[in-house]
Nanobody, 115 residues
Framework: QVQLVESGGGLVQAGGSLRLSCAAS????????MGWYRQAPGNQRDLVAT???????NYADSVKGRFTISRDNAKNTVYLQMNRLKPEDTAVYYC?????????WGQGTQVTVSS
């Protein structure tokens, strides 16, 4: 089992910044990828960014150039730095840890961007 605890969400004005953190614990050694997904009301959960053990990254087109995913292996923590936030970035953000056959999810953290 893997436990994921997110933090760092909140309310910010358009153009502002937030940094999300996701601390992983438990059976973390076989995690392949970690990432962030988001879900706005009435929408499906969509990929925001992922990072591999080798620190290769992947981003949704809508956040490229504004968001940066990174990891601190010593702290078993993944971060999402979000800059130049837009109202359409408003959603619940979920941390994800992926093993070969299993996905683990955090409880989610709300990000609200006011116009």
């Amino acid at each position: 089992q893997v436990q994921l605890v997110e933090s760092g969400g909140g309310l910010v004005q358009a153009g502002g910044s937030l940094r999300l953190s996701c601390a992983a614990s438990g059976s973390i050694f076989t995690i392949v990828n970690m990432g962030w997904y988001r879900q706005a009301p009435g929408n499906q959960r969509d990929l925001v960014a992922t990072i591999t053990k080798g620190e290769s990254t992947n981003y949704a087109d809508s956040v490229k150039g504004r968001f940066t995913i990174s990891r601190d292996n010593a702290k078993n923590t993944v971060y999402l730095q979000m800059n130049r936030l837009k109202p359409e970035d408003t959603a619940v953000y979920y941390c994800n840890a992926r093993k070969v056959a299993t996905d683990y999810w955090g409880q989610g953290t709300q990000v609200t961007v006011s116009s």
